[in-house]
């Protein structure tokens, strides 16, 4: 039994510890000109999915849950955010080369399509992020009609 | 105390605190050994580097291409943990080549590509178990070997179509044998696709 006590204090010295360190929070509202919304004409309904399930950890500008100011959730989150900004940003999106713009259209369209985004460890807390069916056939017919659109 | 305030939160909340414990658990074995590393990060470096000391980038355009074909076979053969491995062996000749010894067609086209390309070999090296999500990259990587291909006199090669797969939009991919040995359906249809053009 007290061993038990023991750990459990120990478990929440170490929470109430974690706390000091502090995060840098990805939240840089800025839109500029590279941001996707403004290297592509996007409708206002695929302007909202991307708000909803894809910003969070592909721009940035995370809307942060309440939990991602306590640690270690928070730094949990930092990794998906990075990881996620590292193989698509869409704050700076018309940063990349013509070719990898088209690339990541294509991309984004097969995460979406075969499902492994948005990814299932971040719907499964943040379950507004999901994507319905309607959404995604809005998502992906907008994906590919504008990637059509580059190759002419 | 925290028991009651536990309580009074919705699932969602507590699944959020549970991971948050789960984690501090993890944390208590790596303070132990006086590792504070927050976040592991894990940028990948293209192993398998080639040597080119002194070689010409001619050499290497070759090893760019046999590592592609070797990439190619492996998903041919549903193999996707060697497609891994090949994958990180074209990123690996890739970053070796020596762009001043290119022709300036070639560099324009090289330069073009490099980013994008590594991308999706990236992908693929990344991804062994996963034959659905490499050869999704395997088809880009492959339109942009073949605009290497076309400026890189070299031995024959064949720009071969494959017209079921993405369904039925079809994809390319770029072959050093003129007998069809298909990457995108792999072994469920070895023979599928035809010979578009002959390069060089």
Redesign the interface.
Known sequence: MSRKKTILL???A??IS?QF?PLVYNDDKRVTSVHFTRVYAVPEKVQAILKNSCYNCHSNSTKY?W?AY????G??L??HI??GKSELNLSEFGGY?P??QK?KL??MA?SVR?G?MPISSYT??G?NARLRESGKKILLDWLNTTRQALTK | MLPSILYTLNFNIMKAIIYSLALASLFLVSCGTGDKTKTPSNNIDSDGAVTTAGSEAKATIKQIFAAYFDLKNALAQDNSPSAADAAKQVIGAMSGLDKGSLSKEQAIVFNDIYDDAKGHAEHVAENGGNLAHQREHFETLSEEMVELAEVTPGEKLYLDHCPMFNDGKGANWLSESKAISNPYLGKSMPTCGTVKKEIN
């Not at chain 1, 306590?70 to 959730?73: I, L, M, S, Y």
Request: hydrophobic share 40%; net charge positive; aromatic share 16%.
């Open positions: 120990t478990l929440a170490m929470l974690f360190y849950p939990y306590v640690q270690p959730a730094w949990f930092a990794s990075k990881e080369s070719r990898r690339s294509k991309n097969g075969d492994s499964m807390i379950r």
